[in-house]
């Protein structure tokens, strides 16, 4: 048997409208809820001159003092010795002269001052300059006259010291310079025994002597 309601009393149909009006009250509440605000009741501390000090602390003034200037060192001057040298024999000076005293005439000539030209110093020749008895007398030379310098020896320095220097027609020796150097004394040492070397045989350009240039190794080696 069914049972049969009047269309009056059917509460279906207020089902939407119930659920629209319940969820709008759910979203106002939780608005509520969010934007709600609570103030405290106690009162907001002041702060007076009376009740509150404030310690400001002293702040000294800085003063940054400059740099020095930087101090300048003069240049060192050497006095260099005169290398020309006047001998006073060659000077005489009257001063017991009178108003009757004949002055000889200086007579200055018309003829050109002679200028001495330095001979070519030649680097490649027919014939190289030489020891005097060969290499081996050298060599022997250097054994007497070649001391190892005792920087050089503590220091542990061995090496070639590379010479040159300038051979004159009659064999002399000049203008010695270290092209190598190797350090520890070993320079001077080298330099000072080929200036104090015999003289050499000349170097010859076609038969005739000439100023030659040579260089020279002086070997260095512990024993």
């Given at each position: 048997?069914?049972t049969?309601?009047?269309?009056?009393?059917?509460?279906r149909?207020?089902?939407?409208?119930?659920?629209?009006?319940?969820?709008?009250i759910?979203?106002?509440?939780?608005?509520?809820?969010?934007?709600?605000?609570?103030?405290?009741?106690?009162p907001?501390?002041?702060?007076?001159?009376?009740?509150?000090?404030?310690d400001?602390?002293d702040?000294p003034?800085?003063?940054?003092t400059?740099?020095?200037?930087?101090?300048?060192?003069?240049?060192?001057?050497?006095?260099?010795?005169?290398?020309?040298?006047?001998?006073p024999?060659?000077?005489?000076?009257?001063?017991?002269?009178?108003?009757?005293?004949?002055?000889?005439?200086?007579?200055i000539?018309?003829?050109?001052?002679?200028i001495?030209?330095?001979?070519?110093?030649?680097?490649?020749?027919?014939?190289?300059?030489?020891?005097?008895?060969?290499m081996?007398?050298?060599?022997?030379?250097?054994?007497?006259?070649?001391?190892y310098?005792?920087?050089?020896?503590?220091?542990g320095?061995e090496?070639?010291?590379?010479?040159?220097f300038?051979?004159?027609?009659?064999g002399?020796?000049?203008?010695?310079?270290?092209?190598?150097?190797?350090g520890?004394?070993?320079?001077?040492v080298?330099k000072?025994?080929?200036?104090?070397?015999?003289?050499?045989?000349?170097?010859?350009?076609?038969?005739?002597?000439v100023?030659s240039?040579?260089?020279?190794?002086?070997?260095?080696?512990?024993?």
């Amino acid at each position: 048997m069914e049972t049969k309601k009047t269309h009056q009393a059917d509460l279906r149909k207020w089902s939407s409208t119930l659920f629209n009006l319940s969820l709008a009250i759910s979203i106002g509440l939780c608005l509520v809820a969010f934007e709600w605000k609570s103030y405290s009741d106690s009162p907001i501390k002041e702060i007076t001159k009376e009740s509150e000090l404030w310690d400001i602390p002293d702040i000294p003034n800085t003063f940054q003092t400059p740099p020095p200037p930087p101090v300048e060192i003069p240049p060192i001057i050497q006095a260099q010795p005169d290398e020309i040298k006047i001998d006073p024999t060659l000077i005489s000076i009257d001063i017991n002269t009178t108003e009757t005293t004949e002055i000889p005439e200086v007579i200055i000539s018309d003829d050109p001052p002679v200028i001495d030209k330095a001979e070519e110093i030649m680097d490649f020749i027919e014939v190289q300059a030489s020891f005097k008895g060969g290499m081996e007398a050298w060599y022997e030379y250097l054994r007497k006259n070649l001391k190892y310098p005792s920087q050089a020896k503590r220091m542990g320095i061995e090496g070639v010291v590379l010479i040159r220097f300038v051979v004159n027609k009659d064999g002399s020796v000049q203008d010695v310079e270290v092209v190598r150097p190797l350090g520890g004394g070993c320079d001077e040492v080298a330099k000072e025994v080929v200036e104090n070397s015999p003289e050499w045989i000349p170097g010859k350009m076609g038969g005739r002597p000439v100023r030659s240039r040579m260089v020279i190794p002086i070997r260095f080696k512990l024993q």
